[in-house]
């Protein structure tokens, strides 16, 4: 991607004597490179490419025609009976995850920006404990806490509902983690003095001028959080029973297991898993940039 | 400093920059502070503390009757059903099959996202661009639908490759545990690659100069100096597929309507889920506190022996 920047000139392409020395070695690992990763590339695209082949095949050319090419053009009849299927019960899935992943990163983002930044720019007792229990957090697996929230929540009547799956995904340790490393060293002390002189709020210091410093940061833990509610599995299993509350993955788990009983849900299963993660992967491809400075974020000086 | 050096050395590096015992100072700011910690912490405290100190008291607990049919009821019970935890059979079975499963696929995994890093930072690599999206686009595949999509891959009857799928039967007893290693392999190599190629690009150039006047080849300059270099990142991938591999589940659970090798309990957490639900909650409890334990010892341990290499 061209908006890779790379400010040093120092990929091995600078090392001119090394190269120059044996073109032939040179063309042979070329070769060789190209070859691997060629190989690698079928491995990864293949499968999702059959994915896209079979979700325009009506339910007899799935199993009669080639795999890796077209037949008949169904994809659209396809994607029709998809979405009127069950009143429409495919899009209501999209809509749930949609909605789970979006308000759920973004509020614990916001959460733990906040909660970082104090921890990196205030000094006040128990912040290091704070910071420590916090860090233990982030090695606990979330599977891990699914059966405990579920016990508490049928405690207090929230079991099956929205709230179930949304709460427990606005807690990001990694991103208080991030966001207290990466506030200390990119915004600088001085500023936050500077407005206090000024007569603004820290509150409004935070959110007007600290925010916008740690920008690439906050992109990270929005997208690392976004991603871990939109895979997330568990809660939504043990959690909610009726299938309008279902976020996409869970849905087509549940129709997955129903293919034995109703085998036409097979061009639906097949459809809707294409459709559900084509938005995903634009997305990532228009985002890479932030991944990668974002993934990089994790290890500023 | 990378992010895993950053984890250990912080509290360091706080306890030096705390101020000595008599000379603290007011606290400034406690309105912002609290505003700005409140909302994590509250939330912390009821979505992560709450639940696993319930979890613990849970377990603690075992169920009572009086007589064959009387009301059950809920006593302490000590650690009756840690007891439990250790006599089953199960349970153990699981533990030892994800961690097979890790101490294969984690290593090919790591490996495989290594090699493609260093041939996306080297010079005989054309199409960079292109290979790294390529790579990365199924991490953009959530794990169901992955696992979904491979297992149509694998059924015989419903495979492209029907000549490999008869060939070999991916979805036996023997083969399924390898089929769902290839599916997360699948997903996670271009994430971990990104990671890596990253802590490659962040390589300041001037570390090559030495090399290149020695006359260093690309291999050797990978093998001595880039690698050595982006340990710390290959270390911090490592950790986080640990506590993916002990944590497994929603690929096998949805191997379970393509084979019939993929039982209600194949791994720790299914095995929780399963245990949850006929109910005994007490021993799901017990079962869960084992296994966070035994990821945060693990993922720990393996942190703090690299860190000790690192530093020999």
Not at chain 1, 34 to 42: C, D, E, N, P
Not at chain 2, 247 to 276: D, H, K
Request: proline content about 5%; some cysteine; hydrophobic content about 50%.
């Amino acid at each position: 991607m061209s908006m890779l920047t790379r400010t040093r000139g120092a990929t091995a392409d600078d090392l001119a004597p090394a190269r120059s020395r044996g073109a032939r070695e040179s063309i042979f690992s070329r070769g060789a490179a190209l070859l691997v990763m060629g190989v690698f590339t079928l491995y990864f695209v293949v499968p999702i490419w059959w994915l896209f082949i079979a979700s325009t095949k009506d339910r007899g050319d799935l199993l009669t025609t080639p795999a890796l090419w077209f037949a008949e053009w169904n994809f659209f009849t396809n994607v029709g009976d998809l979405i009127s299927y069950g009143d429409g019960i495919y899009f209501r899935w999209l809509l749930n995850s949609i909605g789970y992943a979006v308000v759920g990163a973004l509020l614990a983002t916001v959460f733990a920006a906040m909660c970082g930044y104090a921890l990196a720019k205030y000094r006040f007792p128990g912040r290091e404990l704070f910071f420590n229990v916090v860090l233990g957090g982030v090695l606990v697996p979330a599977t891990a806490l699914a059966l405990p929230l579920f016990l508490l929540f049928s405690q207090v009547n929230l079991t099956n509902t929205y709230w179930a799956v949304l709460l427990p995904s606005i807690v990001s340790p990694f991103g208080v983690y991030l966001s207290r490393i990466y506030a200390a060293s990119s915004v600088p002390d001085e500023l936050i003095e500077a407005g206090r002189i000024d007569g603004a709020g820290e509150v409004r210091t935070f959110f007007t001028v600290s925010v916008r410093l740690m920008t690439p940061a906050l992109v990270t833990v929005f997208l690392f959080q976004f991603v871990s509610i939109w895979n997330n599995f568990f809660l939504p299993l043990i959690m909610l029973r009726s299938a309008e509350l279902f976020p996409i993955t869970y849905g087509l788990y549940s129709w997955n297991t129903q293919l034995n009983q109703i085998p036409e849900l097979r061009t639906y299963v097949l459809t809707g898993s294409f459709l559900s993660i084509v938005p995903l992967i634009v997305a990532f491809l228009l985002l890479q940039r932030f991944w990668r400075n974002g993934l990089g974020s994790g290890s500023v000086k | 400093m990378t992010a895993t050096e950053a984890i250990t050395r912080a509290p360091d590096a706080a306890r030096r920059s705390r101020p000595r015992r008599g000379e603290r100072r007011k606290v400034q700011h406690k309105g912002a502070i609290a505003i700005f910690t409140g909302p994590f912490g509250v939330l912390f405290l009821l979505f992560y503390l709450i639940p696993i100190g319930y979890a613990v008291w849970k377990s603690l607990q075992v169920v009572q009757r009086e007589g064959t049919y009387g009301a059950p009821q809920e006593v302490f019970g000590g650690l009756t059903q840690y007891a439990l935890v250790f006599q089953n059979g199960p349970f153990w079975e699981s533990v030892g099959r994800v961690l097979l499963f890790g101490v294969v696929q984690v290593p090919i995994m790591l490996g495989l996202a290594l090699l493609f890093a260093l041939l996306l930072d080297s010079p005989a690599l054309k199409g960079k661009r292109f290979f790294r999206l390529a790579f990365f686009a199924p991490y953009a595949v959530p794990g169901v639908i992955a696992a979904i999509m491979w297992g149509f891959l694998y059924s015989p009857n419903l495979s492209p490759f029907t000549d490999v799928t008869r060939a070999i039967d991916f979805l036996s007893p023997e083969m399924v545990l390898w089929s769902i290693a290839n599916v997360v392999t699948w997903v996670f190599v271009g994430y971990n690659m990104l990671i890596i190629y990253s802590a490659l690009l962040a390589i300041p150039s001037e570390v090559y100069e030495a090399a290149r006047l020695d006359g260093a080849g690309q291999i050797r300059i990978a093998w001595s100096i880039k690698i050595p270099m982006v340990a710390p990142a290959i270390v911090l991938t490592a950790v986080f597929s640990i506590i993916g591999t002990l944590q497994l589940l929603a690929e096998p659970q949805v191997f379970r309507s393509f084979s019939s090798a993929v039982s209600s309990g194949f791994t720790p957490n299914m095995l929780i889920y399963a245990t949850s639900s006929v109910p005994n909650t007490q021993l799901a409890a017990a079962f869960s506190v084992v296994l966070a334990l035994a990821t945060f010892a693990l993922s720990f341990t393996f942190l703090k022996s690299t860190q000790r290499k690192a530093a020999q």
